[in-house]
């Protein structure tokens, strides 16, 4: 029994598991140690949240990317562990059990008047968009709230994930099961609201205060636009030919199209542009198997981040991967050839590949902003301190907002703009926003890097 120094070799001894290829083992080793260890596997695993930006790590998956084999414990994770989505550190961690109704209830502190009974049927807050900002916000309001209606429409099925996942899951083979964290279905009951998958927001009557779907109208006290933003596709990027991933749907259809190495063979794949999803998913196929060609404009990989050398390192990072980058050209032309795609560039060079990928930045999509009439800016323009619209009944977070015309398409703000408009519209103290510089874990698992 002593030569279970940790948690996680108990529990691969146990289970005759092969712990994967390059794990650290965490800390910790003496023989009290394992003692405790060996009692502490008989608890269930748990799961610990990080605050910064929501990704939760469970001690049952361990985090193989950075030597955390499955089963390691919490306590076991080594103090300077950075979290694998947004690069803070264990400290920012805390316990996490998705929150009950009741125990939401319990909490809600009910800043607002009760309403009274001739009050009780207000449309009450209608949330557009359920990614993280949209079930954030839900939670936040319903844990001050307990009785106010909120609507979630959504145009997918509103299931919960870390989209930031999308970046590494086919190296740690995530399957959607994996991926989704729970079923929207599920997360409506758990924070009794209203769901409306499959919806498309058509137009806003800010006067009226009336948001017209694709499954009728309603109407709305408060209106939240938490929609995001769609990936770009600049003019000679055909949108039949080129797989756009910024959200679950999509990344899962591509997964499909590619198949497993295993059953259908090595894909060539190209990526246009060479930022942080273009070089995240680049990372990840070719980890998956498949060959990569990865263009861009500028001269280096992650070109934004060129002062911290970021292009360099992840270059060196992929010798050994198949990836081939392809600085300093642009596409003139994509066509279809047989089964394959053509893609050639200004300067006259052409790639065959199986598919393409553009990861060619994002945009707001502007319609339902403009049917408000809302100030735009890039963007939704918003309060920097409220996160208010141009319409005072109307807030907005996450990819969708711009703030003095400047976007920040980041996990982490997600979180505090949530708490300052449930705040603001549960009338409770205000909790003014503050925009803080953004930190940005790469998640080119081969080298993760954290920029700011
Ligand atoms: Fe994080």
Partial sequence: MNQLTTTAQAVQAMSAARPPEGARAPSGGSAAHAVASVAVILSPWQQYICHACGYIYNEADGDPDSGLAAGTRFADIPEDWACPLCGVTKSDFEIYEPPSLDALRAKAQGCRPVPSAGQRHQPGVVIVGAGRAGWQLAENLRAMEAELPITLVTVCAGDVYDKPLLSVAMARQLTREKLVRESGVDAARRLNLRLLPHTHAISICAQTKQLRTTRGTLRYDQLVLAHGAQAALPAPLPASLCWRI???????????????????????????????????????????GHCITLLDVQSEPLARWQAEQAGQQVLQAWKDLPIRFVGGVKVAKVEKMGQRIRISTDCGQQFEVDQVIAATGLQTPSRLAQSAGLAWQNGIAVDPLTLRTSSPAIHAMGDCITINGQASRFIEPIARQAKTIAAAITACTPVPYEVRPAMVRVKTSSRPLTLH
């Avoid at 198949?259 to 995240?280: C, M, N, P, Y």
């Fill in 246 to 288: 910024n959200h679950l749907g999509a990344y899962l259809q591509l997964r499909a199209a590619l198949g497993t190495v295993d059953q259908s063979g090595a894909k060539d794949v190209l990526i246009v542009g060479a930022g942080l999803i273009g070089s995240e998913l680049a990372n990840d196929l070719a980890l998956g």
